[in-house]
């Protein structure tokens, strides 16, 4: 009867200190899954008048190496030097997809992924204050947006994984014929 009580009340802190931090580490490795691909979003509100302020604009264009080392070394400019950096760098973020230097899937030496990544949907090129979009993406949805449409838009100098449906749809029409 003695033996069956002191095994009921058998404790042992090693293992359950082990237990413990498999728990933990379980914990950390699912919310680390969580999070999966980049969500870059190009810049908005760069000009005007809720604009970038001339610090955050010089920082920006030096990011992109847009900026000439005279206008790193100045600290304010007149305003129509303001104007003309927010127009260079509003040029730079329209020629240039989402993901730039500081893409976290870049940062790893990676391509994006279109199934994890959603750098390349319509959403974070589209300025929704102001319902704009570019000339070249008027009438295009996130459904049914090519590969090329999706590189463009991510922008990731590793390039993209997208799955070309419409090639596998044409490749697939030729043997359900």
Not at 51 to 78: F, I, Q, Y
Not at 154 to 173: F, H, L, M, P, S
Request: with cysteine.
């Amino acid at each position: 009867s003695s033996s069956s009580s002191s095994s009921c009340g058998y404790h042992n802190p090693e293992i359950e200190h082990l237990g413990h931090e498999i728990r933990h580490e379980l914990e950390v490795l699912r919310n680390n899954r969580s999070i999966t691909g980049c969500e870059c979003r190009k810049l908005k509100n760069i000009s005007g008048r809720r604009g970038m302020n001339e610090r955050k604009l010089r920082e920006e264009l030096r990011k992109r190496k847009l900026l000439t080392p005279e206008e790193a070394r100045s600290k304010h400019s007149s305003p129509s030097k303001k104007e003309e950096l927010a127009k260079r760098l509003q040029q730079a973020v329209d020629e240039n997809g989402c993901c730039g230097e500081d893409c976290p899937c870049y940062k790893s030496g990676i391509g994006c992924h279109a199934e994890s990544c959603s750098c390349w949907h319509l959403s974070h090129c589209v300025d929704k204050k102001h319902k704009t979009k570019s000339s070249a993406m008027e009438g295009e949805q996130d459904d049914d947006a090519d590969v090329c449409s999706i590189t463009k838009r991510c922008g990731n100098k590793n390039g993209i994984y997208a799955t070309d449906y419409k090639a596998i749809e044409a490749v697939r029409a030729k043997f359900l014929k």
